[in-house]
């Protein structure tokens, strides 16, 4: 199934020019390039000389059904990227493509025709200005088209890809070139249903969880006391949060809040929709629980207005910003006194890249990994650590560790194209 294109290099603006624009351009708002704090270039005399990039992919057709509150997914797919370098090195990324899963071709064919041409050939020496550039450069296909989500999510995998492969090049894991220390890394479960049995919360004690998102936003007064149970179940050293999905408004999410007001819960996660005036968040975040939110969030604007109400700020690399914007914004979020933990739901690869940035951007936020059956996930990323004690631990091996693995999907491929100069 797979289709091969090759396309040549071709020119874009300058990147200083192209963020004076974003900044000035209202209808650009929501992928704006300011960081709240300029992240590092390569070390001087590095660069990086792009010199072919693959995008991919893969759908799984009959995954285990996984019920939210926007309803039950029947389909899954990932979207993963490739650059490579002219000496032979590669570095790995991941563009968000969770919903609707066929939403991953199009953010494919918009990284295939209209951004991967204007990366191959090029020497990078300051990754951060290549996606201001790269912004710059998308912004007649956002007013036209309409398209912020689609443009963030692929220049915020080509951004993870790029710094991959800057460490791998220089052969030092991703989070040391970063300026991390390695430490444990705190992680949870995540979309886990309220309603599991004992012998599936026992499963996944087993496989070394300490941590638990729950499900919520459901309509369903019944959940919530399926919730109450396995919370108040939990062990001394067991912890839990709960996600909503943004399936209530604030009178049903104030409900529900008011309902579970007793439970130990780290936060509650989306109660709302992030498009929800200021007042409504307020009211919820006045209720007592901590609140999470920030994978829905396109640009630095969005996230600082959003820091009024957030206890818990969730930028995923791969939906925007990639590394270049997100760790800043990590940063900026640990000074305000908040907590940062990455929001990453999808392959081995973007659960890497989330990993390698929160070790970087220090702070006591905690990692999600999604505890659902997903052979896009085990089969094609193998090799990330497994949680122990509910931690995990990075090694010292380049770049983000592991590598996908696209012929262990063979059974899986829906697209793969060939982008070189």
Known sequence: MASHSTASLSTAGSHSTAGSQMSSDSRSHAMSAAAPAALAAL?????????????????DNAPPAVKSSFGTSTQRTSALLRVRDASGHHGWGEIWSGHPPFGAYHRATILEKLVAPRVVGRKIA?????????????????????????????????????WDLAARMRGVPLYRLLGGQPRPLPVYASGVSPSLSRQALDDLRE??????KFKAGFQDDGALDDLRR????????????????????????????ERIRDLPLQWVEEPIGPERPAHEWHTLHAAGHPLAGGENLLGVDAFRAAFEWLDVVQPD??????????LPLARETLARGKRY????????????????????AGGDGVLELDANPNPLRTLGA???????Q????????????????????????????????
């Open 43 to 59: 070390p001087e005399g590095d660069f990086l000389q792009v010199d072919r990039i693959d995008v991919y992919v893969f759908q």
């Open 126 to 162: 300051d990754i951060p200005a290549l996606q201001d550039e790269l912004q710059a450069a998308m912004i007649p296909m956002l007013r036209l088209a309409g398209e912020p989500g689609p443009i963030a999510h692929v220049l915020a995998g080509l951004d993870c890809a790029l």
């Open 207 to 212: 496989r070394g969880f300490r941590a638990f």
């Open 230 to 257: 396995t919370v108040q179940g939990l062990c001394a050293d067991e912890s839990a949060m709960i996600d909503a999905n943004c399936g209530w408004n604030v009178d049903s999410a104030s409900r529900a809040l």
């Open 317 to 326: 690399l791969g939906k925007w910003g990639g590394v270049s914007q997100v």
């Open 341 to 360: 933990c990455p929001h990453a739901f999808g392959t081995h690869i973007g659960a890497a890249l989330a990993a390698h940035v929160l070790c970087a």
């Open 382 to 388: 193998p090799g990330f650590p497994a949680p122990a």
């Open 390 to 421: 509910g931690r995990i631990a990075l090694d010292d091996t380049p770049g983000i560790g592991i590598d996908a693995n696209p012929d262990a999907l063979e059974n899986y491929d829906g697209h793969h194209a060939v982008v070189t100069s």
